[in-house]
């Protein structure tokens, strides 16, 4: 196999050769490894500025927010991330009862305007709010056609006009919010009516937009910010949100939150980079190009965002969102996934 | 076939039982997490009303995209090697490209064009248009994607076959269609069979087409369960059952091939046969060949299109970021030859010492390619993490993990080269006194090269794809063409996603069409040298003059 042998030993060579030189900055004090659940295109430009404030060198995998936190489980001790950056607080939950975060300064945590930003623990933070709202197709639907409450989505009139993402983050957060809010049976008999309903399950927001605007379902369960990038692509888009009042089970308000990894080589510089996250500035990229909510203080949210200007949040504990897999049970045995 | 030294048969058996060993680690994975879940819960998960609901789902999604798959790629291999259609060459690559189109675009496209309210239903003004979601949905959109593995492989079979064999049979009064049952299909059997195993096994392992079109299989369960309940021992369970199933169709095949010997394919002696006169029929054959790539290719582009046109205005460039080019392509390239060097041994084993060991080696190869991505990835995590840290998220691990995932790729096609050399050439080469390295390198490798070249295109073609695994094991910042088109369009930048999809199709077709257009020329050439240069092979296996003189 003389011949076969050469090129697979360069070939080897070569990979050994360029994995070298792609992790040789992993280790050293002056490099974070972040996994981040958010997309490069939402994140990348405001960790860029922190890497830059900072003087670390921070290198990010993307990935979906379970999927990352699958990677840190399996990982275990030998994990190279220094940070978690997930898109919900359930995932944050889990990791945090899984003893994998570590307690976070004070100075930190005293910065967010709410204390439900911050995990019961102290081990993970708010980056960033998004609200849960829901999108309705402005040529078939006017916002007096829309019901007073979220939860009046169970009438037989919305039966096969409701699109939802049951099997994702956001969406199992806020079905575990209401858990929360009106208790387990409640939102069990809630989540049967509207399965009733034949709501058209789709894998993510995304593709909940499009078919709002394309008809196929008249209004669809979302967060907030995805329409407005949708609007820059064409004015035209013939969606829109609609907020529901504050202590609506409708009106929740979900984190997209981080915290540092117990295994982290150097949680120090782990926590400065989450503090640059909080910074004002920082907060108001988020806010002015991601359309997100602000969780510091002075920051102040998109100027166009219609009628959310606090981060009220319906009362509920913390802690219970960490429990997403009762809420997956209960998804299944009402038929939802 | 004369007695091996043994010490040549060890180092094949070894480098095989390596290349197996490597091959069965996420095997390994999925028994010690379900080991860890405990037999009970496993069995409760195993039996359940939902698992067997998904497993009914699932085969009769498999079965079907399989028998599809056979039935569009057979004739078009006929209408492409056997008959006068016009544009025949073009064709004959034009058919094999949706291969370059992953399944989590093609679907996204067709929902796009297809789906109720969609382009289409508003280009022809009609409020709804049956659903495409759901079963139906899913098998399109899988057999469009997926049905060129079984062309590819029954085209090559075609192009070796001997039509001296059909000619005789028609000489005895036989009809073409018997013909075709009695003298053709036998010998395409093999090709058919390796064919439509790699896509039954890739339907059971796909998500991208099941979740855009929301129909419940396995891998969608599997997925489901790790978003959400993150529990990874259920998980576990339903990823040893798919093994257990590619196992079950594998040995099937594998009984099915072992009558293959009785057809074993000599030599080179194959010429090119007058090419059927399709006359009436070449209207609907370019029709059928004309929807089918509508479908398969011009719609996912369109739609592409559609969005790259609407990025490029809200000022997205049209051609993504040089280095998103050539992480793909280097990572790709990698894959396509490590692979095909790590099948080279199995396909030998297989091939030339048949028996349990070649059996299981086989088997193990195999045991991962109906898994998800994301289960081998996960594997390969906790192994990477924990065993080799200082290899753990390093390319070489990548392109391992690539490599595991695509072996049965190049194993099939190696395979199916070497069924055509005659052990006889080889055994020659050897009692003439040749060492067996230099038999190897002179004899065996000039003549293994179509099989090498295929194989490792198909890996090439089938990473630049994927996702999963990239996402889980790439090292970090490492971005590749597929996991931007994912990053964009998992936060709605459908716009931004457009450029990366257009620049994945275009790079996988190049590299495909180049290698489809040499074989077609190697293949026309050797037939010319054949009939030219070795009168003496070809006295064995040509038909006699006399019966040309009467066609």
Sequence with gaps: ?337 | MTPRQPSDDRALRIAALAVGVAAALPIGYLVWRTFEYGFSASVDVATSGRTLGLLWSTLKLAVAVTASSVVIAVPIAWLTVRTNLPGRQVWSIVTVLPLAIPTYVGSWAFIGALGPRGMFASLLGIESIPSIYGFWGAWASLTLFSYPYVLLTVRSAWMRLDPGLEEASRMLGRSSWHTFLKVVWPQLRPAVSSGALLVSLYSLSDFGAVAMMRYDTFTREIYLQYRGALERGASAVLGLMLVVLTVTVLTGEQRLRRREDLHRLHGSGARTPQPVELGRLRVPALAGLGLLTTLALAVPLGVISYWLVRGVRAGEPVWPAWSLISNSLSVSLLAAAVATIAAVPVAMIIRRSPGRFANVIERLSWSGYALPGIVVALALVYFGANAVPWAYQSLAMLVFAYSILFLPQAIGAVRSSLLQVTPSLEEASLLLGAQRMTTFRKVLLPLLRPGLGAGAGLVFLTTMKELPATLLLAPTGFSTLATRIWNSTSEGFLGRSAGPALALVLLSSLPMAILLTRSQRQGARRIGETGRDQPAENAKHDVPSEVRLTR
Excluded at chain 1, 20 to 43: A, I, K, P
Excluded at chain 1, 281 to 305: H, K, M, R
């Design chain 1, 1 to 337: 196999m003389a011949m076969a042998r050469v090129p697979l030993s360069t070939t080897l060579a070569g990979a050994c050769a360029l994995a070298v030189v792609v992790t040789s900055c992993g280790g050293d004090n002056n490099s974070l490894t972040l996994y981040s659940g958010r997309g490069e295109d939402l994140v990348q430009p405001a960790i860029d500025q922190c890497a830059d404030r900072l003087n670390v060198e921070i290198n990010v995998r993307y990935g979906d927010s379970a999927e990352m936190l699958l990677l840190l489980q399996e990982e275990g001790d030998n994990t190279p991330a220094a940070l978690y950056y997930s898109q919900g607080a359930g995932y944050l939950g889990i990791l945090s009862a899984d003893g994998g975060l570590l307690p976070l300064d004070e100075k930190l945590t005293s910065q967010v305007s709410d204390a439900n930003l911050v995990s019961p623990a102290n081990d993970w933070i708010g980056i960033t709010g998004r609200a849960r709202t829901i999108v309705y197709n402005t040529e078939a639907l006017s916002e007096s056609d829309l019901p007073e409450s979220f939860v009046d989505f169970t009438d037989p009139k919305w039966s096969g006009r409701i699109g939802w993402a049951p099997t994702n983050a956001s969406f199992q957060d806020h079905i575990t919010a209401l858990r929360g809010l009106l208790g387990d049976d409640a939102t069990r008999a809630w989540l049967t009516a509207i399965v009733e309903n034949e709501p058209v399950a789709y894998e993510k927001n995304t593709p909940i937009l499009e078919a709002v605007a394309s008809g196929e379902v008249d209004i669809g369960f979302v967060n907030h910010y995805y329409l407005y990038r949708f609007l820059a692509e064409d004015p035209d888009f013939p969606v829109a949100n609609h907020f529901f009042d504050d202590g609506d089970p409708g009106a929740l308000i979900n984190v997209a939150g981080a915290g540092v990894i117990t295994h982290s080589k150097n949680p120090d510089a782990a926590q400065e980079a989450l503090e640059c996250l909080l910074s004002a500035d920082i907060q108001e990229y988020f806010a002015s190009t991601n359309y997100e909510l602000p969780v510091v203080a002075g920051a102040e949210p998109w100027s166009e965002l219609p009628s959310i200007n606090s981060l009220t949040l319906p009362e509920f504990d913390l802690n219970l969102l960490a429990d997403l897999e009762g809420t997956v049970d209960m998804l299944v045995d009402v038929g939802a996934l």
